[in-house]
């Protein structure tokens, strides 16, 4: 497969074509969230609770694996757009190694950690007690997470998109046809209850992985995983961790979040965070469906800077982010106009719905706006930005909303988080523009200069 069609087809096409498979499938990855979410809740609503308590630690070991993922997909991208083959090699090959290891550790140190960082939440018992039922199962698939995720992105960055939907979406499926069977027990499975959704997950991201190993061992790609490629290049390893930690910590941070705000809210009732853990169910089908967009932008904009096409990755940025712009929208209107709908799904408590219906509203009015920040951050880490990248991240998840959270709930009570979100919005889509333009700026001075010193050259030659 020839990647040059990076650099030559048209902007619009190229994105679409790009990012749509991966908008499919991240939206399929978001119903089945919300689908395992549904399932858990018939339960009892002290499972839900659970389940919103353990998300952060899965987020986390996502954001781990995810993270690392991207910074093997930037180095395939630049690479094989700087037609350095082997070097491409060497990143797929030591990039999986490590991915595979970072799960064994998340593996044993989650599962070890989990009873300590459930105690800072919850003093409920029972609430615990499930909580650490469906964690200790679920943490022990993290080695294929990581293993799944870096297949994902050496597909991606070689513009193999429709082999991750396809993927993608048959393990979600799985998960979704498990799920009730599990949990409730029908035919010859026994009825599991909150194990049974934790490991529908994991057999539904095993299924994901046999697949992409399956279309790796059968269908012709520019990428090759080998022990030959195993001897470390410190330059790659380098380039690996930089982007790979730097957007890990991008994804980690809301787990970071999520627990200080589990924290603020848990003094006013544990409704509130139950309602937090059900908008987070609810946003990841916005926000995920616009890193769809991302994903299928990152491996462009790095190809096309390694190739030295600085024109278009600033066309390809500003595509991204009116598509961004338009799915934001779409999820503010639906939380203005079915809010208490969205909510139900997860509770049949008038009160948490009531809670529920308030909190979208003021949380969505900044769905727009975040689309820049959103855009921004992933734009810079496809051009190998790691660090600009994490800098938004640190200022939309630490510098802003932690202060804006504890400063506004002296005023507004539990409404103050809501109220948070949306004004951290505003603020960090003005940093983010700022920050992305002023590395736009200094990429173009760096070219320009490098032309000029050049100049005087190609005419002595002449």
């Known amino acids: 497969m020839e990647q040059t069609f990076m650099k030559e087809k048209k902007i619009l096409p190229l994105v679409l074509s790009m990012s749509l498979p991966m908008v ?3 939206a399929v990855n978001s119903l089945y969230n ?57 990143a797929a090959t030591q990039g999986t190694f490590f991915s595979f290891l970072h799960g064994v550790i998340l593996t044993v140190l989650c599962i070890a950690g989990m009873p300590l960082f459930l105690k800072n939440f919850s003093s409920d018992t029972e609430i615990t007690a499930l909580a650490l039922l469906y964690a ?30 396809f993927s993608m979406m048959c393990g979600c499926i799985v998960n979704i046809i498990l799920d009730p069977l599990m949990i409730f027990g029908y035919g010859f499975f026994p009825a599991m209850g909150i194990s049974g959704a934790a490991y529908a997950t994991g057999i539904g991201q095993s299924v994901t992985l046999l697949l992409y190993l399956l279309f790796y061992a059968c269908h012709h790609t520019p990428i090759k995983i080998s022990r030959t490629y195993m001897k470390f290049d410190t330059s790659i390893l380098k380039k690996l961790y930089s982007v790979g930690i730097s957007a890990t910590l991008n994804l980690a941070l809301p787990s970071l979040l999520i627990s200080v705000l589990n924290g ?27 890193n769809g967009i991302i994903q299928g932008i990152r491996p462009l904009m790095g190809y096309n800077l390694g190739a030295g096409e600085h024109g278009r990755v600033k066309k390809i940025y500003r595509t991204a982010l009116i598509m961004n712009m338009g799915i934001m929208l779409l999820g ?19 009160e948490t719905i009531s809670i529920g219906i308030t909190a ?31 800098l938004i991240s640190l ?28 004004t951290t919005e505003f603020v ?20 320009q200069g490098k032309e000029v010193a050049s100049t005087p050259a190609t005419q002595s030659v002449s």
Do not use: H
């Open 395 to 422: 200022l939309r998840y630490i510098f802003l909303m932690i202060p804006a959270a504890c400063i506004l709930t002296r005023f507004s009570g539990a409404n103050g988080v809501w109220y948070a979100f949306c």
């Open 34 to 90: 919300i689908i395992d979410s549904y399932f858990v809740a018939k339960v009892s609503e002290d499972a839900m609770t659970a389940l919103a308590l353990v998300y952060p630690m899965q987020n986390l070991i996502n954001a781990i694996a995810i993270g690392f993922g991207i910074g093997i997909n930037a180095c395939i991208s630049f690479y094989l757009g700087a037609e350095d083959q082997v070097r491409a090699n060497r």
């Open 136 to 165: 200790n199962r679920a943490f022990l698939f993290s080695p294929i997470i990581a293993l799944t995720l870096s297949f994902e992105k050496i597909f991606q960055s070689t513009g193999n998109m429709k082999i991750s939907m």
């Open 24 to 26: 499919i499938s991240m």
């Open 360 to 390: 979208l509203r003021i949380i969505s009015l900044g769905f727009v706006i975040s689309a820049v920040s959103v855009t921004c951050s992933g734009a810079l880490e496809g051009l190998g930005k790691g660090c600009q990248s994490l």
């Open 428 to 447: 960090c889509a003005g940093f983010s523009a700022f920050i992305y333009t002023k590395e736009i700026r200094k990429t173009r001075i760096s070219i």
């Open 264 to 290: 603020l809210l848990a003094d006013f009732s544990e409704k509130y965070v139950l309602v937090l853990g059900v908008y987070y169910k609810l946003q990841t089908f916005i926000y995920l469906t616009a």
């Open 332 to 350: 503010m209107t639906l939380s203005w106009c079915i809010p208490d709908r969205l909510i139900g799904l997860f509770s049949d408590s008038t």
